[in-house]
């Protein structure tokens, strides 16, 4: 699942994910977001640090105090490369500065889910 405001990085994101044949699926604001994750969870969420309406680390705060979503691999995705130590000391399984580049995202994806497959 993929967080993001921005819809034109939201759909550069999905196109990279599906390339490697990752279903997908987009939410453009952090209200309902946990609720939603903890319906479909999947194997992975992006989540932007920046949203309208809330912080993607509020939105990580949720998913990590709920037992049926807390075990989902999280990847920040975000132009905010000053919070990547705030980020991965949270428990962020990646943390991807903008703009990115196709193989950065694609990489930090693989180690995510690896790190997930191992845990």
Known sequence: ???????????????????????????LIGRDFAERVA?????LITIDVILPDMSGFSVFKALQEN????????VFITVRESKKEEG????AAGYVV???????????IRSALGDAAQA
């Open 1 to 27: 699942m993929i967080l993001e405001d921005d819809e034109a990085t939201a759909e550069l994101i999905r196109f990279y994910l599906q390339e490697e044949g990752y279903e997908t699926a987009v939410a």
């Open 39 to 43: 319906a479909y969870h999947p194997d």
């Open 88 to 91: 991965l000391a949270m428990g």
């Open 98 to 108: 903008k703009p990115f580049s196709e193989g950065d995202l694609k990489t930090t």
């Open 67 to 74: 037992e049926a979503t807390r075990d989902i691999p999280i």
